[in-house]
């Protein structure tokens, strides 16, 4: 059978509630006696009953994660993040993917429910509020990441996308570059912040915006090297190609460089390239990519925070200060822009 904490208790003759605090890591309790109680565990082979512990403290001591994309390293990266430090709180992460699909992500989301985790993390792909506007009538404490609803009120841990698209777009400009091109990603606010960014880096430097240089995807995530492939494909079949070009994130931006050195063109001699994400492997590419980063460590990291944190206060007030934390994004330049 299975070890108990009454069956620790009396093996050490102290009581179900000592052993329940050390377990809860309970200030009141002496080092002699943790170390006492934690060696027996160990010998018994002792795993608490998750079950049970819900069953009293009305927690799961689980926070649900639902991305876009499992493949993307920027969603791992954040994942990481976010799992160091609920696991130091005695938090256990719950990953899963929704494939960029509305439906599959309600799905997972009604999953993870009557899994009854504790507070839901949600990089959204929805097209409208519903799903959150309903959260908020169950109660159920959730954060936005990376991407946000304009009008909903909502806890939000991003970055300015449109900040993004400014030091993306700048950069091709102070290299030399003069037909800059944009190879966005789905509908969403980051793909749309970013596209402003651009826009905003253009115009400010009078350079005109041309649409058949800017390509917004269908899949900016679950597909973003194909769909970077494709448009880059497309825009070096134009009478004057664009000779840099910033992209929703570093998948997308692969994909372009592809379809660029593909066509026995030079990066970033003929066509220079920036990303977004900075993923870890940037450096290691034919061409070292040059990225905006997002801190994506960070954004798990802040995101634990303040999920910790609405569980630390009653559900009415957690729903009704909603915080935005925005983190600053940084340019990391390698050899695909310095001409």
């Known amino acids: 059978m299975a070890a108990r904490l009454k069956d620790i208790a009396r093996d050490l003759n102290l ?11 309970h200030p009141d309790i002496s080092q002699e006696t943790r170390d006492r109680v934690l060696k027996r565990m160990k010998e018994l082979n002792y795993r608490p009953n998750l079950a049970a512990r819900a ?3 009305g927690r799961s001591f689980i926070v649900g994660l639902v991305v876009p994309d499992l493949v993307h390293p920027f969603f791992g990266q954040v994942a990481k993040g976010l799992s160091n430090v609920l696991r130091k709180q005695g938090y256990s992460l719950v990953l ?6 509305p439906e599959l992500e309600q799905q997972e989301l009604d999953q993870l429910l009557a899994r009854r985790v504790d507070v839901l993390v949600v990089a959204s792909t929805q097209n409208s509020v519903e ?13 936005l990441i990376d991407r946000k609803f304009e009008g909903l009120a909502a806890n939000f841990v991003g970055v300015d996308d449109a900040a993004v698209g400014l030091l993306g777009a700048g950069h091709l400009i102070a290299v030399g570059c003069k ?16 596209l402003e960014g651009y826009r905003r880096a253009l115009t400010g430097h009078g350079i005109g915006v ?38 929703y994130n570093d998948p997308t931006a692969m994909g372009a460089m592809k379809a660029v050195l593909e066509a026995g063109l030079r990066v970033p001699e003929d066509v220079a390239m920036v990303g977004c994400g900075n993923v870890a492997y940037a450096d290691y590419l034919r061409v070292p990519l040059t ?3 997002q ?15 609405l569980l630390a206060r009653p559900k009415a007030e957690a729903a009704a200060k909603a915080k935005t934390v925005l983190l600053e994004p940084q340019l990391v330049v390698r050899a695909s822009s310095r001409r």
Do not use: N, W
């Open 210 to 247: 041309e649409s058949a240089y800017v390509s917004m995807r269908e899949h900016g995530d679950d597909a973003g090297e194909e769909s970077g492939y494709k448009a880059m494909h497309a825009m070096l079949q134009l009478p004057v190609r664009p000779d840099g070009v910033f992209c």
């Open 179 to 194: 037909r800059i091109a944009h190879i966005g990603g789905p509908m969403v606010s980051t793909a749309l912040g970013r």
């Open 96 to 101: 899963s993917s929704s494939e960029d699909d």
């Open 55 to 57: 069953l009293v403290t």
């Open 295 to 309: 801190q994506s460590a960070a954004i798990g990291d802040r995101t634990a925070q303040l999920a910790l944190g």
């Open 291 to 293: 990225s905006v980063d």
């Open 131 to 143: 799903t959150f506007r309903r959260l908020e009538e169950q109660r159920v404490p959730y954060v």
């Open 15 to 25: 009581s179900v509630v000592t052993i329940s605090k050390v377990l809860r890591d």
